[in-house]
């Protein structure tokens, strides 16, 4: 039955997604206002280039990776709007491995419509995708990379010989993870800052990975603490600590995960450098590095880019906005990271909280790990979780009508959109915290003790 | 008979620009007349066909009445322009010359009458600007500049248009503080407003104005309608402010100058080679033209102190709270405790 439920689940936002995508049609051509996002544009008229044999880069503002305007390129003679229904069915991809991920880790199956619910009939990610924004499929990669790593011998392996299998199998799980993870890295940048986790917790596998990892299944029980036995251990020194942390990470799977993700990104890297020379790097690579626009944003920074444009940055001032980021996703990561879908999603809220330059668009970002931690809050909706859906709303509202008065009524409200920006950081802060504070902390993979191969790893 | 000398041909245009239709006129068209028999050229050619054609000019009191009106409000003929060559400004930024040099003198020298040009010059007395009204709608850093024309005689442009086909020319030159988006004004074009348009120089949407150059907006519209009663022609011109340089008082006043105006004709058969526009400049001096002004937002230097101090403090007492919250919660989870083999 369960199947049936998430069917029509599917079904119906598939719907809704081409219904919306034919109503863009309609608003593009009809109306002053258009439905279809700038950026979208920009894609499709960089892969007509393609499609010329140009260079994506002609076009200006195009500072994506030039594999995106190759997936677009039949928006020259399919139609327009493949792109946007591409974006939409990798929307509807990310459900379905949200429905997969809580699967595996037991959570009933109500809760579990309610996550991949909760990804699908997002507002902020329906339109997103039907506006022809390129999200979706970052989301979805990045989803697939949490099944890489949670999934173990891929039913292919199966009727393999034993020994064979055995060691495939531990390999498999690697090189996609990190085949997809390199391929991320260059179309977004971003990720980068899953490095750490996705390493801590491969090499909580230990040696004897042929077998499925022990995943920890979902309980209900609301006061669920789990006693980590390596946590009573606990260091006497830091230092030490520090030492046999980085002896620890270093294991076949790690190396294995880092060298080949890293050899996927520069070769796609030098790839397109040879197609496309130093315009690809600085459009694509270098500007979202050095990127400072003064255009008001949600970050706190904007106004003060803005004042200090003309005068040019000192390197303190670079070091300076740099290091709350720096120290807070260390302190997230070293916390959490044997919870990865939790450390990614608090990962990526206070990444895009404290970034220099945030747009609408990077909420997408957290929202799709969104659903893989509900299951896991002891935060109800009543009253916790609507105060935090308020404050955070309230303080995006707040900000945008004074971006309002300023862009489209030509009144002069710098301070009061900079204050807004501020507000906006401690409301982010706030729900990040509560998060937090109501998550109930469950290390995906059991420690591995025993050699003997349990069959209830995946319950029902 | 007056002797002209062996003039350079665009002191002949400043000549032809004075003369005045009606009996005195003719006597001038003569001696200008003889003077072409006697130094003959090719080049030369099409200038006697010109004049030929001028004495046929009608209602040649009307046309004496704009002249006395107001002065400097007649229509200049400029020139002949290739069907091929797309837009009058590029040719003028290749030639390396600034935004501020003279395009007037530019275009004499580059739309010599050297060619056949049809059509429009017998009726260039009738093609004048009545006035020109202009704009800034809108509030915000997105407005429209909207230039409403208004010819002198619309019954004579509805006539021509039946043998015809002609375009107003404008030729905006923004200033630093303003752009006009490529993608946007195309998108009209595709939506029919315009039957072509183009921009030139700094066409970057995203930097500030004290790192953004000049640029040029030149703008194609049919004009005309056989049908039409309508006695204006109305362009609609999207602009955008760019972030402007620090200011005290907190808004920087942007100006936009008047455009420059031609209209260009051509026939509606397009059979006779070479294809030629004849160029028509249209001058609306007259006084009620002004130039526009835009007040955009700007920031306040005297911030700059207090906001470096405070955007960094906030950074940091939140980056602070998320540290010590975090390791408070989960004194149990903290990685750097070795793992378990």
Request: glycine share 4%.
């Amino acid at each position: 039955m369960e199947w049936i439920k998430l069917r029509s689940l599917m079904l119906s936002s598939a719907v809704l997604r081409l219904l919306l995508v034919a109503y863009g049609e309609w608003q593009d051509a009809h109306m002053e206002v258009r439905y279809t996002d700038v950026d979208y544009l920009v894609f499709s008229d960089a892969a007509a280039l393609v499609a010329a044999g140009r260079s994506p880069f002609e076009r200006s503002t195009y500072r994506y990776s030039p594999l995106l305007a190759f997936l677009l390129v039949p928006n020259s003679f399919i139609h327009p709007s493949w792109g946007k229904i591409l974006f939409s069915a990798a929307d509807l991809l990310v459900g379905l491995f949200v429905d997969a991920i809580c699967k595996l880790r037991g959570v009933p199956e109500n809760l579990r419509l309610w996550s991949v619910a909760a990804w699908l009939f997002n507002p902020f990610t329906f339109t997103i995708g039907t506006r022809g924004n390129c999200e979706p499929i970052v989301c979805a990669v990045i989803l697939w990379i949490i099944l890489c790593v949670m999934n173990g011998v891929s039913a292919v392996y199966l009727d393999m010989h034993f020994l064979l299998q055995k060691y495939l199998a531990s390999i498999c799980k690697v090189i996609q993870a990190a085949f997809w993870y390199g391929l991320i890295v260059h179309f977004r940048i971003y990720p980068i800052i899953y490095s750490l986790p996705l390493i801590i917790v491969l090499s909580k596998q230990g040696i004897d990975s042929s077998r499925k990892p022990n995943l920890t299944q979902w309980s209900s029980q609301q006061h669920m603490s789990y006693c980590n036995s390596r946590a009573s251990s606990k260091a006497s020194n830091c230092w030490s600590s520090m030492w046999l942390f980085l002896g620890g990470i270093l294991s076949w799977n790690t190396i294995a995960f880092g060298l080949l993700s890293a050899t996927i990104f520069f070769l796609l890297t030098i790839g397109f450098f040879y197609l496309y020379g130093s315009e690809f790097l600085n459009e694509a690579l270098l500007y979202h590095l050095t990127r400072t626009d003064p255009r008001h944003n949600f970050s706190i920074y904007f106004y003060h880019v803005y004042l200090h444009h003309q005068l040019g940055f000192s390197i303190y001032e670079k070091l300076a906005s740099f290091l709350p980021q720096l120290m807070v996703q260390l302190v997230l990561i070293f916390s959490f990271a044997d919870d990865l879908s939790f450390c990614l999603f608090v990962q990526t809220v206070a990444f895009v909280a404290f970034n220099k330059v945030i747009t609408a668009q990077y909420f997408v970002w957290f929202f799709c790990l969104l659903p893989l931690i509900l299951p896991w809050t002891s935060m109800k909706m009543k009253w916790k979780g609507f105060i935090c859906i308020t404050v955070w709303m309230t303080s995006q509202m707040h900000w945008l009508m004074w971006a309002y008065l300023l862009e489209f009524k030509g009144r002069n409200v710098f301070i009061q959109l900079w204050v807004a920006s501020l507000l906006f950081l401690a409301a982010n802060t706030f729900v990040l915290l509560t998060i937090i504070q109501y998550h109930k902390y469950s290390p995906i993979f059991m420690p591995s003790a025993t050699s003997d191969y349990t069959d209830t790893k995946k319950s029902e | 008979m007056k002797f002209l000398e062996n003039t350079p041909l665009d002191s002949i245009n400043l000549f032809l620009n004075h003369l005045n239709l009606g009996e005195s006129t003719i006597k001038g068209n003569l001696e200008a007349f003889s003077w072409i028999m006697c130094h003959l050229t090719m080049k030369n050619f099409v200038l006697f066909l010109f004049i030929f054609m001028v004495p046929s000019i009608p209602k040649a009191n009307s046309y004496n009445e704009n002249v006395d009106l107001a002065g400097n409000n007649s229509p200049r003929f400029v020139g002949c322009w290739p069907c091929f060559w797309p837009y009058l400004a590029s040719s003028f930024l290749q030639h390396g010359t600034t935004f501020e040099s003279d395009f007037h003198g530019y275009l004499a020298q580059e739309f010599g009458i050297s060619d056949t040009c049809k059509g429009l010059a017998s009726n260039i007395g009738t093609l004048g600007i009545l006035n020109l009204d202009r704009k800034l709608n809108g509030e915000g850093s997105h407005r429209h500049i909207i230039s409403t024309l208004r010819f002198l005689n619309q019954a004579d442009i509805n006539s021509l248009v039946g043998t015809q086909e002609c375009e107003a020319v404008i030729i905006e030159r923004l200033p630093v503080g303003i752009f006009a988006d490529p993608f946007e004004l195309q998108h009209l074009v595709n939506h029919k407003v315009y039957s072509d348009v183009a921009v030139f120089g700094d066409k970057n949407l995203e930097l500030p104005s004290s790192l953004s150059n000049r640029s040029i907006v030149e703008i194609h519209m049919i004009i005309g309608n056989e049908n039409s009663s309508s006695a204006e022609t109305i362009v609609q011109l999207p602009l955008h402010a760019r972030y402007p340089p620090l200011d005290g008082s907190g808004y920087m006043k942007v100006k936009l100058e008047s455009p420059e105006l031609f209209l260009r004709c051509r026939p509606k058969s397009l059979k006779l080679e070479p294809c030629l526009w004849t160029l028509i400049e249209l001058n609306a001096n007259a006084g009620s033209v002004k130039t526009v002004a835009w007040h955009v937002p700007a920031g306040n230097d005297a911030h700059r102190n207090i906001v470096a101090i405070a955007t960094f403090a906030s950074a940091l007492i939140c980056a602070l709270s998320v540290f010590v919250f975090t390791i408070y919660f989960s004194k149990n989870n903290f990685v750097l405790v070795p793992p378990v083999f």
